[in-house]
């Protein structure tokens, strides 16, 4: 069991920059794979960044260049920085873990058991 809490959040301009923080509590996240969704309201959630056991990420499309995820160990902690924001990144953003590595290489809800309860960010324009 894990447990997941994010922070970071907040109102942006567009063309700004965000790193948003996930703490990890119950269990070491060094043998987890860790991701990044967002849901803005009226849409379904999104897949943003994942980062594998061993190292490896994967990111949107809608991210790529924009977006970094990264993870510190000793801290028990995953981070999403993110730059040149736009409006359209506007949405509650939520960390994800799971144990194993399910549909690896992929960002999908599915592959995740243990969710935070979210940070919004907006950005406008």
């Known amino acids: 069991q894990v447990y997941l809490v994010e922070s970071g959040g907040g109102s942006v301009q567009a063309g700004g920059s965000l790193r948003l923080s996930c703490t990890a509590s119950g269990s070491t996240i060094s043998t987890y794979s860790m991701g990044w969704f967002r849901q803005a309201p009226g849409k379904e959630r999104e897949g943003v960044a994942r980062f594998d056991r061993d190292g490896s990420t994967t990111y949107a499309d809608s991210v790529k260049g924009r977006f970094t995820i990264s993870k510190d160990n000793a801290k028990n902690t995953l981070y999403l920085q993110m730059n040149s924001l736009k409006p359209e990144d506007t949405a509650m953003y939520y960390c994800?873990?799971?144990?194993?590595?399910?549909?690896?290489?992929?960002?999908?809800?599915?592959?995740?058991?243990?969710w935070g309860q979210g940070t919004q960010v907006t950005v406008s324009s």
């Open positions: 994800a873990a799971d144990p194993w590595a399910r549909f690896r290489g992929q960002v999908v809800a599915a592959a995740f058991r243990y």
